[in-house]
T-cell receptor, first 115, second 115 residues
Framework: NAGVTQTPKFQVLKTGQSMTLQCAQDMNHNSMYWYRQDPGMGLRLIYYSASEGTTDKGEVPNGYNVSRLNKREFSLRLESAAPSQTSVYFC??????????????FGPGTRLTVL | AQKITQTQPGMFVQEKEAVTLDCTYDTSDPSYGLFWYKQPSSGEMIFLIYQGSYDQQNATEGRYSLNFQKARKSANLVISASQLGDSAMYFCAMRESGGSYIPTFGRGTSLIVHP
């Protein structure tokens, strides 16, 4: 039982390059999330998918796109990377978004540097 | 306005002593949930404890307890008998019905346990 997996673990990009961060969960969860973590800022939500077939913007969606490929997979794409997107990216999943108790399970994170 | 406020950027505690990490929240919803996560230096996010707004008693999980003061809108994490392995970042988070139960995180508190 792998939980939430993310690839890659580390990535260095040049400004303007594109890349896709991959996330998969094997817990049959309906909801998935992408966060970025910057020093002193906590976790900020980029996009989320409440259920398969839906995606919604979070707090900081600019410069990103997402795809909920199927129930297991939720990818995050940077079309034209900028230095401001240097961050640690976390994918998470939860059973659903309905109700106050839905523990999130997090992936190990992707450390992205944009030069 | 921040939904979750953690006012202590850094805290120090002696091994075996208790420590309280502060968290205040802002919501007008009657239904919400409060979470604490631990992030050690290895980077993974570890769920610690949950408190629901309708729960009559403070949540406890082993050495972790949540001091829930609803009228003050505070949900402080108490770690008893601190261990060196407790050194980490700690994040408070909230899910509220008005926010579609999408979690919002505080900026975190860095805890260092001294031997």
């Amino acid at each position: 039982n792998a939980g939430v997996t993310q690839t890659p673990k580390f990535q260095v990009l040049k400004t303007g390059q594109s890349m896709t961060l991959q996330c998969a969960q094997d817990m049959n969860h309906n909801s998935m999330y992408w966060y970025r973590q910057d020093p002193g800022m906590g976790l900020r939500l980029i996009y989320y998918s409440a259920s398969e077939g839906t995606t919604d913007k979070g707090e900081v969606p600019n410069g990103y796109n997402v795809s909920r490929l199927n129930k297991r997979e939720f990818s995050l794409r940077l079309e034209s990377a900028a230095p401001s997107q240097t961050s640690v990216y976390f994918c998470a999943s939860s059973e659903s978004t309905s109700g106050p108790y839905n523990e999130q399970f997090f992936g190990p994170g992707t450390r992205l540097t944009v030069l | 306005a921040q939904k979750i406020t953690q006012t202590q950027p850094g805290m120090f505690v002696q091994e075996k002593e208790a420590v309280t990490l502060d968290c205040t929240y802002d919501t007008s919803d009657p239904s919400y949930g409060l979470f604490w996560y631990k992030q050690p230096s290895s980077g993974e996010m570890i769920f610690l404890i949950y408190q629901g707004s309708y729960d009559q008693q403070n949540a406890t999980e082993g050495r972790y307890s949540l001091n829930f003061q609803k009228a003050r809108k505070s949900a402080n994490l108490v770690i008893s008998a601190s261990q060196l392995g407790d050194s980490a970042m700690y994040f408070c988070a909230m899910r509220e019905s008005g926010g579609s139960y999408i979690p919002t995180f505080g900026r975190g508190t860095s805890l260092i346990v001294h031997p």
